[in-house]
């Protein structure tokens, strides 16, 4: 057994271990060049073929500081110590790897160092795990102390609006609330001041200022704050805390504050009020910001809460004036005395104000109703009428909703006479679809419209609304039965056409009367002189005749059942009604065989023993008219629609004028000689008739001479 102390391996097999190792293994000349690379090195290093590195410096594969840290470990191994150190390079691919690397000296028998031994092992994939958790580490230790800064700014925000909500926990009054928020600005925002403002048109009035507001800022601010002033219309535009500061923040302002904000609140989505906060630092903190959001949401809170109360009262009265209206009103339907019912509730709700009902006459508004206290200069310049493109009375026209305005121009809506309403509203009534009417009320003195006296003239008119709706579809069922009546009107002279049309139509009877007229007398005479070889065939001429007028006379009884019958609607199987009309030709035309091709045939709603007859005229006239080819072919099918059905019938037989096409259906009308293809011309008129009855339609085409295609439509619902 050999010992481990006798083991010896040759140059071979130490080449082989070398080879199997994962790492880089190169040996270099004392240059620094690569002289030997193990197998396993090559692969590490991405290189398919050594020759291309081969007494290539091993200094070019590492830049910038690995670079001189692997310079200066081969000085160290040229002086016969071993260095380790770890640095980043690229493989010969470009791929960007971790090394750990050892360079020492290699001697010779004699102790000389001859050569280096350079060792690389790839410690990418440690390396990159601990800049990831390095990373990690610095990560949650920004959001420790983003957390940490989001709880303080938040417990002063927390706290700004709990103090705010306890200030305000029962008050409605809007100043008493706007001077809480002020008030709690300038206790937790330093340096701040604050004004609280009410919208009244284009324009933000202030109703109260923080204690700390200076005088001059006051003064500035009692003209109001335009609403197309960029920061206050970018707040109602996003409905959100909007922040302006630096050059933005001064320009804004009135000379005092570089650091702005505007809180908005809305009421029925329109511009109600907002709370501004300045500063005369640049910037808002982050803590500020949050602050100021707050009490801004408790102060929205507060509003809402207002609001609602408001709303209720509002609603409460409304009710009322919509209650008294229609107590008054009853089952009336005259307009005009709707109105005057409607004027007289306004009044009796609200105090100071006139009332006026317009109607569009011709090409303006005019004042066809009035309260009692209009003046006869006003009452004279309604009457005369109001031109429909007047401002405020196009608006509510094109809104199709009331409008109220606040600091109302008489002159502007040609109504000169009226200076003395200093606000006006404008309901419009749409009567028919359209806007007819409108209902005008006017405040004297004030320029304001209380939302309360808002919610009264809108529960009026919305009564008159229903009212006048009541009214007009009284009139229109009266209408109806009016219509009503002339359609019974209209049938019975139907009828009465009908019977003229079967008379006039009875006239074509007449040919083969006159036939059998004359040819009986010829053979009365033949019979007279003694010339019986003729009156046979004179007699066979006068049995024709009498056949083709019982023919007649058939055929137009069945067009008569076919448009007196009652329709029984039912689901009917087209392929069955095809089966039984192709046996109905066959018996018919028992010399015939045609080549049949049917395609898709659905179900249809009608009645069955109708549109049986339908198909077998349309199916009995292909196979006739198609008789004098050599191999008669009948195409018959379906196409379903949408709303309807489409059935087609389709021959190869002898055609028709395209031109006549519309006559086909009509009543002994015919494109071929009867002796050519015998028929009474009833059978198309028939098919038209029971169509028409189940609301379809008919169709012919044909290009003259190359066959035939008939069809027609049966609606899905009716």
Known sequence: MTSAAEVRLTPGQLQTIIDASGDCIKVLGLDARLLTMNLGGQQVMEIDDFQQCQDVLWTSFWEGEAQAQVEAALDAARAGQTTTLEAPARTFAGTPKWWRLSVSPLRDDHGHITHLLAMSSDITARKTAEEDRQASQAALHHHASTLEQQVRQQTQALGAFVTFTTAVASSTDLKVLGAAATQILQDTVEGA??????????????????????????????????????????????????????????????????????????????????????????????????????????????????????????????????????????????????????????????????????????????????????????????????????????????????????????????????????????????????????????????????????????????????????????????????????????????????????????????????????????????????????????????KEGAARMSTLIDGMLVLSRSGRQSLRREAVELSALVKQAQQDAAAEYPAQAPRWHLGPLPVVQGDPGLLQQVMTNLVSNAVKYASSRPVAEVRIWAEEHPDAVQVWVQDNGVGFDPRYADKLFGLFQRLHAHEAFPGTGIGLATVRRIVTRHGGQVMAQSSGTDGATFGFTLPRHR
């Open 193 to 542: 001041i604050s004004g609280f403002y009410l919208v009244q048109g284009d324009t933000a009035l202030p109703l109260t200022f923080s204690a700390n507001t200076p005088p001059e800022v006051v003064a500035a601010r009692q003209a109001g704050v335009p609403l197309r002033t960029p920061l206050a219309a970018e707040a109602f535009r996003t409905g959100q805390t909007t922040f302006a500061t630096g050059a933005q923040g001064r320009a804004q302002s009135v000379g005092h504050s570089t650091a702005l904000s505007i809180t908005p609140y809305l009421a029925q989505g329109q511009p109600f009020a907002f709370l501004a906060t300045g500063s005369t630092r640049p910037l808002w903190t982050e803590q500020e910001q949050a602050t100021i959001a707050s009490v801004g949401q408790g102060l929205g809170l507060a509003l809402e809460r207002v609001r609602q109360a408001q709303v209720l009262e509002e609603r409460a009265v409304a009710l009322d004036a919509f209650v008294s209206f229609t107590e008054a009103v009853g089952v009336e339907t005259d307009l005009h005395c709707l109105a005057r019912q409607a004027v007289a509730v306004v009044q009796a709700h609200l105090s100071d104000v006139s009332v006026a009902y317009y109607e569009l006459k011709e090409t303006a508004w005019k004042g066809v109703v009035w309260s009692a206290d209009v003046s006869p200069e006003v009452v004279k310049q309604m009457q005369a009428g109001v031109p429909l493109d007047a401002p405020d009375f196009a608006e509510a026209v094109r809104t199709g909703g009331p409008v109220f305005v606040q600091g109302w121009a008489a002159e502007d809506n040609s109504l000169s006479a009226a200076k003395v309403y200093g606000a006006a509203g404008f309901v419009p009534l749409l009567i028919g679809g359209e806007v007819r009417a409108i209902f005008a009320v006017g405040k004297r003195a004030a320029k304001l419209w209380p939302a309360q006296d808002q919610a009264i003239v809108r529960a009026v008119v919305r009564g008159l609304s229903l009212a006048v709706e009541r009214a007009v579809q009284a009139q229109q069922l009266t209408q109806q039965r009016d219509a009503l009546n002339r359609r019974t009107q209209d049938l019975e002279e139907a009828n009465a056409e009908l019977e003229s049309f079967t008379y006039s139509a009875s006239h074509d009877l007449r040919t083969p009367v006159r036939h059998v007229m004359a040819f009986a007398d010829l053979a009365q005479r033949g019979l007279d002189k003694g010339q019986l070889d003729k009156v046979p065939r004179h007699l066979q001429v006068v």
